[in-house]
């Protein structure tokens, strides 16, 4: 797919996301509440075939943001869906797992060391973290020492 | 079934410094046949994302290259681009050049590493010497750039931290002459060879369709009919003034995976000397003062696949996230799909043939449903020579050891 043609499918979702940011020619964000990432991360892997790169957790201040990275390789363009989750007492996010299997490692890893409940993930075990790591301790929150 | 399988059964081996990540593999299997695959990552977890926010933005390259030995150039280049990015650096014209010959460089040493590796693992301990002997000359030129066998630590944001000075470019166009014919030796070797055509064929299939569902890259993916390359996608460096070839291949199989890596490397020796005959006349590096606010994506076509990095910045001197993700972390999970229903003696070639880091297969075990160890490494390793060997035997090749040869 084209760069032109990828932005013009893009628009398709247009009534799901809060704004489109493109920082540079070919890298394009696409900003979205949390409820609404699970469809556009569908319409981006089913329906546009963008391959999936990979999951960026990030602690902000007020929200946790999750950053979904896909890549059209036929122009070298980055499409990041950027998931804001409002709730900081009970981070949760509806897991795309179920649809890309590549995404199982990550949505685990950012649960164990971001605390992110991945809704429906069908495996969400610890991947990161030892075993005998305590509860309720996420080393990539900012309150947690470096 | 599984239930007994959630601990794992082996302890935590020793740190190897080639290693990117650790890893334990427990696989169920019915007699011969591989029936579910379970693995285990972080057992050295070193938190580099975190260390990395505690570090100013001329300090992570170093950081960064740590990650992994053999892919010490990929990982810093791909940090360098995402903050280039961020504070809108145009590098000069000499460094892209000297950038692309240290990646390319690298991607000769690490296809010819995994190649004797592969030749181990089948027990052809001759392409095992072969492979590491010719690539040994590599690392002592990329020692004679940039200082370092490995961890070259040579780009930093604005451009390069070492120039190649004019007067060894001869001396490396003659060194690459002789790894061009050596490996031109080596591959023939390999792939004239019928009983590695009977052993690595229609071995460990990884089908288009999985590859795109499991998001693999590299060779993995360009094995798998998958024409990717992020060199070709999205050019950095000097990628894009070069005349090279994407290498890919349909089937799927090992003997695929091993075509396009040593493919590769005559690629790579083509761009090496290129660049070299082309290398424009500056300096290799700009300052660069601060970053500013803001995030950027850097990728980069390393020897296993893409390498992605993330950063933030706030406009201090250090970053407020960077994510990394290496190429195994999307490669690895495809053994689901390619190790199953596969013979145990295939497993270590199967496993082997993405190129994880090297010790990835050595935390390899296989249980049965009562928890306990049958196969270890070493078992799988002379089950998969036993299967070379009848296959030697089968189809009549020579009985002498290639070893005396």
Known sequence: MQQEELKNRLSEVKDKLIGIEETTERRIYLLCEAENAYAVNKFLFKELSLRFVIVTGIDSDDCFEILYHFSNDESGCFVTVKAFIRDRENPAIESITPFVPAAEWIERELHDILGIDFMNHPNLRRLILADDWPDGVYPLRKEVKK | MKKTMQKPILAVGPFHPLQEEMEFFQLTVDGEIVTDIDVRISYNHRGIEKLSETLQYDQIPYLVSRICGICSASHPLAYIQAVEEIAGVEIPERARYVRTIINELERIHSHLLWVGLGGHFIGYDTVFMWAWKYREPVLDLLEEITGNRNNYGNVRVGGC?????????????????????????????????????????????????????????????????????????????????????????????????????????????????????????????????????????????????????????????RPIRHKVRAPSYVNVPSFKASCIGQHLADVTLTLAAVDPCYSCTERLAVIDGHNNVIHDYEALLRMSREKTA????????????????
């Open chain 2, 390 to 405: 009848r296959i030697r035997k089968e189809i009549g090749a020579p009985e002498f050891k290639l070893e005396d040869a």
């Open chain 2, 161 to 317: 931290r070492e120039d190649i000075p004019d007067e060894i470019i001869p001396k490396i166009l003659k060194e690459l002459d002789v790894i061009e014919q050596k490996t031109e030796m080596l591959t023939k070797a390999i792939l004239d060879d019928p009983v590695l055509h009977a052993r690595l064929k229609g071995v460990g299939v990884l089908s288009k369709k999985d590859a795109v569902a499991y998001a693999v890259t590299g060779p993995t993916a360009r094995g798998s009919g998958i024409k990717i390359d992020v060199r070709h996608d999205d050019p950095y460096a000097a990628y894009g003034d070069l005349d090279w070839n994407v290498i890919s291949q349909t089937e799927g199989d090992v003997f695929a995976k091993a075509v396009v890596r040593l493919l590769e490397t005559f690629e790579s020796i083509k761009m090496v000397k290129e660049s070299l005959n082309k290398l424009p006349k500056g300096p290799v590096a700009i300052e660069v003062k601060e970053i500013p606010p803001g995030e950027g994506c850097g990728h980069v076509e390393a020897p296993r696949g893409e390498t992605f990095h993330y950063v933030r910045s706030d406009g201090g001197n």
